[in-house]
């Protein structure tokens, strides 16, 4: 467990002292009993700082003490005696939902208050799970009036802007899934609805809370890798086995009219995160369009490649697609003083729980301990208890963070609405460069209203209903033919799925 920090500040605010202390030493109490009557305080620095310093407070008999952030400035008193009230969480959509919801069982921060999808299977096993404690809704607008702090929107991929401008309007915080928005139409209209509810919008992009991802932001944001100058990211998904299911076999279905270029933040999302920069433009690539995909049923390419350049002029190579022949889950950062890289998924490799770094003696500053490790420490106060949570741990960090955020943390690490479009418009403007012969589209910025205005009837898309005459094929070069077989086939293996009794 890593020690408690604290704080000496002058009267000014300045910090004059750093100190750290192990609570759970005898010697560490009576440190910290000294460090407090001698006018220093709490810092906010790692997961679970409160429920630490409460307990200490307790055993030292004190009532309450203020608690700074990591710059020095005030975050909050802690009250020995006062339990911070749960966070109450609705969530709409029972299959990844489904996931997220567990999280309130396992975590003292929030409570799983309502849960809302229209498929009545769905919402019998999530009844099952969750049991009569929770409020069950078909309906998302009568959902919407049940008393939560924040809803998770975990329905469609490419249906979840429309019903996060509702929730924000109706003074909810909002946790959206995959992806945010399915048009720029959609990412204007999302922009103004951020804006004017003054409420957290966060991007539930899992990838950036894996083990390696999550060190590498930490060390370029503690300086220690220097100016971000380069990143690949991977997400290659082969998901040809279980497509009948997460498609529901349905033509019509996202999965199966996404283009390659759609599902692109995982890929994209956690450079961008660690790089802390703006994506300005993007050249796209696009595989040629398998036998495999037809036979999933799918309409995009097997997978996509994007070519980015970040404000600072740095570079992001990025590939993603969900027709690989094999699973990879790959980073690496390249920064002046060094390099950061997760290992490898291939020949049982741990993928993106491991990190390897590396940095330069010549490149960083007299006195930097330098990095040298295959297996550099990613551990923080959540890894104990992220362990054996979905993805590696990270859905668990990603849901604690959105928590953390709602009671008010400012330091809590979430994905806010402007970061995500910098995740998602590349993989998005990606398609264009390719619908345009490989020429290099610029990334619009929507925190500038005047590009709101010139993309607000952009809705280029594959979706009719969204589209209109603007609607876009599947793959660059047509929707490809695929068999009503195909389908049928997929739907017989569905309905044998169900009748074994499973979800
Ligand atoms: N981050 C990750 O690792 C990860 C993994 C899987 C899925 N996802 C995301 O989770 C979301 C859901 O994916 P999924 O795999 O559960 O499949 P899905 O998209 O098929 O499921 C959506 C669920 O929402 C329900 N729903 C849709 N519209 C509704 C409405 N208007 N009212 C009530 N219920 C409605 C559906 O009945 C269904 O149960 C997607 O956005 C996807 O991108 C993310």
């Given at each position: 467990m890593f020690?408690?920090?604290?704080?000496?500040?002058d009267g000014?605010?300045?910090?004059?002292?750093?100190?750290?202390?192990d609570?759970n030493?005898n010697n560490?109490t009576?440190e910290?009993?000294?460090?407090?009557a001698?006018?220093?305080?709490?810092?906010?620095?790692?997961?679970?700082?409160?429920?630490?310093w409460?307990?200490?407070l307790?055993r030292?008999g004190?009532?309450?003490?203020?608690?700074?952030?990591?710059?020095?400035?005030?975050?909050?008193?802690?009250?020995a005696g006062?339990?911070?009230?749960?966070?109450?969480i609705?969530?709409?959509?029972?299959?990844?939902?489904?996931t997220l919801?567990?999280f309130?069982r396992q975590?003292?921060?929030?409570e799983?208050?309502a849960?809302?999808?229209?498929?009545p299977r769905c919402?019998?096993?999530l009844?099952e799970?969750?049991?009569d404690?929770v409020a069950?809704?078909?309906?998302f607008?009568?959902f919407?009036?049940?008393?939560?702090d924040?809803?998770?929107?975990?329905?469609?991929?490419n249906?979840?802007?429309?019903?996060?401008?509702?929730?924000?309007?109706a003074g909810k915080?909002?946790?959206?899934?995959?992806l945010p928005?399915q048009?720029?139409?959609?990412?204007?209209e999302?922009?103004?609805?951020?804006?004017?509810?003054g409420?957290?919008?966060i991007?539930g992009e899992?990838?950036?809370?894996m083990?390696?991802?999550k060190?590498m932001?930490k060390l370029f944001d503690?300086?220690?890798?220097g100016e971000?100058?380069?990143g690949e990211?991977?997400?290659?998904?082969?998901?040809?086995?279980?497509?009948?299911?997460?498609?529901?076999s349905?033509?019509a279905?996202?999965?199966n009219?996404?283009?390659?270029?759609?599902?692109?933040?995982?890929?994209i999302g956690?450079l961008?995160?660690v790089?802390?920069?703006?994506?300005v433009s993007?050249?796209?690539?696009?595989?040629?369009?398998t036998?495999?995909?037809?036979?999933?049923?799918a309409?995009?390419?097997?997978?996509?490649?994007?070519?980015?350049t970040?404000?600072?002029?740095?570079?992001?190579?990025?590939?993603?697609g969900?027709?690989p022949a094999?699973y990879?889950?790959?980073?690496s950062a390249?920064?002046?003083?060094?390099?950061?890289?997760s290992?490898?998924n291939?020949?049982?490799?741990?993928?993106?729980g491991?990190?390897?770094?590396?940095?330069e003696?010549?490149s960083?500053e007299?006195?930097?301990?330098?990095l040298?490790?295959k297996?550099e420490d990613t551990?923080?106060?959540?890894?104990?208890?992220a362990?054996?949570?979905?993805h590696?741990?990270?859905d668990?960090y990603m849901?604690?963070n959105?928590?953390?955020?709602?009671?008010?943390?400012?330091q809590?690490?979430?994905?806010?609405?402007y970061?995500a479009m910098?995740m998602f418009?590349?993989g998005m403007f990606?398609?264009?460069s390719?619908?345009?012969g490989?020429v290099?589209?610029?990334?619009?910025?929507?925190r500038?209203?005047?590009?709101r205005?010139r993309?607000?009837?952009?809705?280029?898309?594959?979706?009719?209903?969204?589209?209109g005459?603007q609607l876009l094929?599947?793959y660059?070069k047509g929707?490809?033919?695929i068999?009503?077989e195909v389908?049928e086939?997929?739907?017989?293996?569905l309905?044998?799925?169900?009748?074994?009794?499973?979800?």
């Amino acid at each position: 467990m890593f020690p408690l920090k604290m704080y000496l500040t002058d009267g000014a605010g300045n910090i004059t002292g750093t100190a750290f202390a192990d609570e759970n030493s005898n010697n560490g109490t009576e440190e910290i009993k000294k460090l407090l009557a001698g006018g220093w305080l709490p810092v906010e620095y790692d997961y679970r700082m409160t429920q630490r310093w409460q307990s200490v407070l307790k055993r030292l008999g004190l009532e309450s003490v203020k608690m700074l952030y990591g710059d020095g400035t005030f975050y909050k008193t802690l009250y020995a005696g006062r339990t911070e009230p749960k966070v109450r969480i609705g969530v709409l959509g029972g299959g990844r939902g489904y996931t997220l919801a567990e999280f309130c069982r396992q975590s003292d921060i929030a409570e799983l208050v309502a849960v809302c999808d229209n498929d009545p299977r769905c919402l019998d096993s999530l009844r099952e799970r969750f049991g009569d404690g929770v409020a069950y809704y078909s309906d998302f607008d009568s959902f919407l009036t049940h008393e939560t702090d924040l809803v998770v929107l975990a329905n469609y991929a490419n249906a979840h802007a429309p019903f996060a401008v509702k929730a924000l309007d109706a003074g909810k915080n909002v946790l959206s899934e995959l992806l945010p928005v399915q048009t720029m139409s959609e990412a204007c209209e999302l922009a103004d609805a951020v804006d004017r509810s003054g409420k957290l919008y966060i991007y539930g992009e899992n990838c950036c809370f894996m083990a390696a991802p999550k060190k590498m932001k930490k060390l370029f944001d503690i300086g220690k890798m220097g100016e971000f100058r380069y990143g690949e990211g991977e997400y290659m998904h082969d998901l040809e086995k279980d497509w009948f299911r997460h498609s529901h076999s349905d033509p019509a279905h996202w999965r199966n009219t996404m283009t390659a270029f759609y599902y692109c933040t995982h890929s994209i999302g956690p450079l961008i995160h660690v790089s802390g920069l703006r994506p300005v433009s993007v050249t796209g690539f696009e595989a040629p369009y398998t036998e495999k995909m037809r036979r999933m049923g799918a309409k995009g390419a097997p997978f996509g490649m994007e070519i980015i350049t970040l404000e600072n002029g740095a570079l992001i190579k990025s590939v993603h697609g969900v027709g690989p022949a094999e699973y990879s889950l790959w980073y690496s950062a390249l920064g002046d003083a060094g390099k950061l890289e997760s290992e490898r998924n291939i020949l049982g490799g741990e993928g993106s729980g491991r990190l390897y770094a590396k940095t330069e003696p010549s490149s960083l500053e007299n006195g930097v301990t330098l990095l040298d490790s295959k297996d550099e420490d990613t551990s923080d106060g959540l890894t104990e208890l992220a362990k054996g949570f979905a993805h590696g741990g990270a859905d668990f960090y990603m849901m604690y963070n959105a928590c953390e955020a709602v009671r008010g943390n400012k330091q809590a690490d979430i994905i806010g609405f402007y970061e995500a479009m910098d995740m998602f418009l590349p993989g998005m403007f990606a398609y264009f460069s390719v619908l345009d012969g490989g020429v290099p589209k610029k990334i619009p910025d929507l925190r500038d209203r005047a590009q709101r205005e010139r993309y607000g009837n952009d809705r280029r898309c594959v979706d009719p209903a969204v589209a209109g005459y603007q609607l876009l094929p599947s793959y660059s070069k047509g929707d490809p033919e695929i068999p009503e077989e195909v389908y049928e086939s997929m739907r017989k293996r569905l309905r044998e799925f169900y009748a074994t009794g499973d979800r």
